[in-house]
C-alpha cells in the first residue's frame, strides 16, 4: 500500500461514509481514535475487462485505510456505527454505510458538515448552470482519484476514496493487544474474488 495523503482529525471521532447528501444522518464510527494526523494508504489491483466486444486494462483501487499504529493488525472486526444497536444485529447482515455515488470519505465527525459543503454546492451549481462543466471546490489528490477538503477553522480534513455502490463494509484491525492498528475499507475485494476466483 501506498500513502495517498494525511488527515486531521482533532476530535478524534471518526466519519465513514459518503460525503454526497443523503436523507439519513451521516454514519460515525463507535470507536475512538487518539486526535492527531493520520495517514490514508490505498492499494490497487490490475485485472482486464471486456466491454461491448473491446478488451480493456481494468486498475481499481482494492483497499483504503486509515493507519492509525504502525503495527500489523492480528485481529478484524466490523467497525460499528455510533447508531448501531449489537443486539439488533443479524448473522450475516450487512453493516456498514450506503452509496450510489462511488464515493466514500474519512473526516472528522464535529466538522462534518463544514466539511461535506462543496459536494452539495457542486450539485446545486451543476442544476443552475446545466451544460457548463464546474469544478467541485476540492483539492484532486493520486491523479484525481481522491479529493481532499480542509477546514481552516477547525484544522480538520475529509478525504475521499473510491466505494463501491450499495452498502459497503468497514473493518477495525486491532493489534494483539486489542489496540485499533488500522480502520480500513475494501469495497472490490469480493467483487474480484467473484470475477477472478483464485485457481
Known sequence: MSVVASV?????????????????????????????????????????????GQRFDGRECAAVRLLVRDEPA???????????????????????????????????????????????????????????AIDRETEKVHSGEFEKVTHCASQADLLTFPAEEGMTAVWIGRTTVGQVATVAVAPYLSWLADEHPAS
Not at 28 to 44: F, I, K, M, N, Q
Not at 86 to 104: C, H, N, P, R, Y
Open 8 to 52: 486531521r482529525l482533532p476530535s478524534g471521532r471518526l466519519m465513514v461514509d459518503t460525503p454526497w447528501p443523503e436523507d439519513r444522518p451521516a454514519r460515525e464510527l463507535a470507536e475512538r481514535l487518539s486526535p492527531g494526523t493520520y495517514d490514508v494508504e490505498a492499494s490497487w489491483v490490475e485485472a482486464p475487462y471486456e466491454f461491448m
Open 74 to 132: 492480528s485481529v478484524w472486526e466490523i467497525a460499528l456505527g455510533v447508531d448501531d444497536d449489537v443486539q439488533q444485529l443479524v448473522s450475516g447482515e450487512e453493516v456498514g454505510f450506503q452509496t450510489d455515488t462511488a464515493m466514500g470519505a474519512f473526516a472528522d465527525a464535529c466538522s462534518w458538515q463544514a466539511l461535506t459543503g462543496p459536494f452539495p454546492q457542486f450539485w446545486d451549481r451543476s442544476e443552475q448552470m446545466p451544460g457548463v
